[in-house]
C-alpha cells in the first residue's frame, strides 16, 4: 500500500547511519583523504628556500662592497678637493709632489700644478724642450723672412693657463691594489703688474 506524505517515516535522502569520518563512525568504514606533504615536497620547497637564501646573501655582500667602495671614493674626493682648493691660492708650482693625508695616512695623493697652453696642449716646460737648438722652431722659421721673424715673446698669451692634477690613491676591497682617482682643472694664467697693465 502506497505511503503518505504525511505519515512519519524515514525520507529515502536521510542517510540511516553515521557519515564515515566523523564522531560516532564506524572506524573500519574508508573516511575522507587526511591533508599533508609528501617527501618530494618537503624537498622542493628547502630547495628553494636555500636557493633563495643564497641569493639574498649575495646581493647583500655586493651592496656591502658598493658601499665600502662609495665610501673610500666620496672620502678621497673630499680630500682631492680640498688640496686643489689650498693650491689655487698659491704661486707655485709642483711636479708630481707626492704626500699623504697626515690625519687619514691610508689616503696618499700626487700633485702636480704647472703652467699648460691650451693652444698647444702642452705643458710649458714642453714647449720649452722642443724650442732648443736644432728643434722645430730653429726649422719654421728658416722659411719666415727676416722682417718678419722676431725673438721677442709675447706680453701676455691669452691661451696659457694654470694646470691643477691631482691623483688620489686609497686602500680598495680586496687590498691587493689600491684605487685611483683623478681629478684635474684648469684656472686662468697668474699675471704681474705690467702684463695687468697692458690688458687695460
Known sequence: MPRSVDQPGAHPATPLGPTPGRPGADP???????AGFTLLEVMFALLVVGWASAQILQAREVSSNLA????????????????????????????????????DPVYRYTLTVEEFNLSTGRASDEDDELNVSGGFGEFETAFV?????????????????R???IVMHYPSLLGDQDEELTLETFIPAILDEEQQSNLK
Do not use: C
Open 28 to 34: 573500519s568504514r574508508p573516511g575522507p583523504a587526511q
Open 68 to 103: 665600502f667602495k662609495a665610501g673610500k671614493q666620496i672620502q678621497a674626493l673630499q680630500y682631492a678637493e680640498q688640496i686643489l682648493a689650498r693650491s689655487m691660492l698659491s704661486t707655485d708650482t709642483w711636479n708630481e709632489y707626492e704626500s699623504v693625508i697626515e690625519d
Open 145 to 161: 723672412p727676416g722682417d718678419a721673424a722676431t725673438n721677442e715673446e709675447p706680453e701676455f698669451d691669452p691661451h696659457a693657463v
Open 163 to 165: 694646470r691643477f692634477k
